[in-house]
């Protein structure tokens, strides 16, 4: 997990040297995790060895022109090759990093979950450190955009797929009544112009509309009871709003307030050691509005204490996967325990 601001073409020289014929795989970022917690223009890297199981990573090329039928023999094939590995366990995950600039998370991790079948996927849409320009991701010794990496493993080791956020939706609606689908673009709100009508609820003048507003009051769908953020990316000049989420005409969103994001956090951590145990390992998918949160709050230290209590590595993402859902505003990860699980009857 790099950050962007590395000549890539040379990390990637170095990075073959380094590694050789050992698979690497990895994406830009919005900010790096790693041992010493919250990172920003930095490296951050974790490796399997022989014996946590068996690992086999893919490139989906093309994603502009991405269909289901596509990604379904793309999952197959990587399924056939893990098969084929002489060491497996009885549990396996899959982890997805994705160009964060597609527009196309939606329908990928949709169609890849779908032929995955009980295998349970997460991820992390790449980024490139606020810039919004291009994000890649690291494959076969060569960062690629326009690409997603698949990363399937098998272990023995005790995993649990799991995903937190801190938010709660207030009653007021906002029905998006004007949108461009295509490019997650809101052009109004309530037939209001987007970005006035959301600064409107917020209290705030649209000139005062700053990443930190859509971090701390992000909006949100409710589905079935439960509430899924739909982040902001930034407003434009136009006085419309791009989303880091799909987004479309009719929708009905709500303005969300969170709750105490440390305390979330460390329950989540809390709740993952008490089934499986301390963390050999934890691959961790955090928000940069998160990250943005986290430090608007003068929280980054003990937040990042946190991390390295729980081994945890990763990046700071342009949007989250869990299942066979592109979310926001979220924390995923895999934890993965460091003794091997006692078979139940």
């Known amino acids: 997990f790099c950050s962007s601001d590395y000549d890539l073409a040379a ?19 919005a900010g790096e995790i790693g041992t010493a917690g919250y990172r920003a223009q930095s490296l951050s890297g974790v490796s399997f060895g022989p014996g946590a199981g068996a690992a086999i990573a893919g490139c989906l090329p093309d994603l502009a022109h991405f269909d289901v039928a596509r990604g379904q023999d793309f999952v197959r094939g990587l399924l056939h090759r893990l098969d084929g590995q002489p060491v497996k366990g009885s549990r396996a995950f899959a982890l997805l990093l994705i160009d964060g600039l597609s527009v196309r998370e939606e329908p990928v991790v949709q169609a890849l979950q779908g032929a995955l079948g009980s295998i349970h996927l997460c991820g992390g849409s790449a980024g490139d450190d606020l810039k919004f320009v291009r994000t890649q991701v690291f494959h076969e010794g060569a960062f690629r955009d326009n690409s997603a990496v698949l990363l399937l493993v098998s272990t023995t080791l005790p995993i649990r797929i799991f995903k937190t ?4 939706s207030e009653n007021e609606r906002l029905v998006v009544t004007d949108a461009d689908a ?34 701390a009051t992000p909006v949100v769908v409710v589905l079935d009871g439960t509430d899924y953020v739909r982040s902001i990316q930034k407003a434009n000049p136009d006085g419309t709003l791009t989303f880091y989420c799909a987004i479309e005409e009719g929708i009905v969103l709500r303005v969300a307030r969170g709750g105490d994001i440390y305390a979330n956090l460390e329950q989540t951590f809390a709740n993952l050691r008490e089934e499986i145990g301390p963390p050999a390992l934890t691959l961790g998918c955090d928000c940069i509005l998160r990250n943005l949160e986290i430090t608007q709050k003068q929280l980054k230290e003990p937040v990042g204490e946190l991390f390295q209590r729980n081994n945890t590595v990763g990046f700071s993402t342009y949007g989250e996967q869990f299942g066979g859902v592109h ?9 993965i325990g460091s003794a091997a699980e006692e078979k139940q009857d």
């Not at 979310?327 to 934890?335: C, P």
């Open 11 to 29: 990390l990637a020289d170095e990075l073959n040297k380094l590694f050789g014929s050992v698979p690497v795989i990895g994406c830009t970022t």
């Open 165 to 168: 956020q801190n938010f709660i």
């Open 182 to 215: 295509d490019h997650r673009v809101v052009k109004e709100i309530n037939g209001l112009p987007a970005a006035e009508e959301y600064a409107r609820v917020l209290g705030v003048s649209v000139e005062d509309l700053t990443p930190d507003h859509f971090a």
């Open 327 to 335: 979310v926001n505003q979220t924390f995923t990860g895999i934890a």
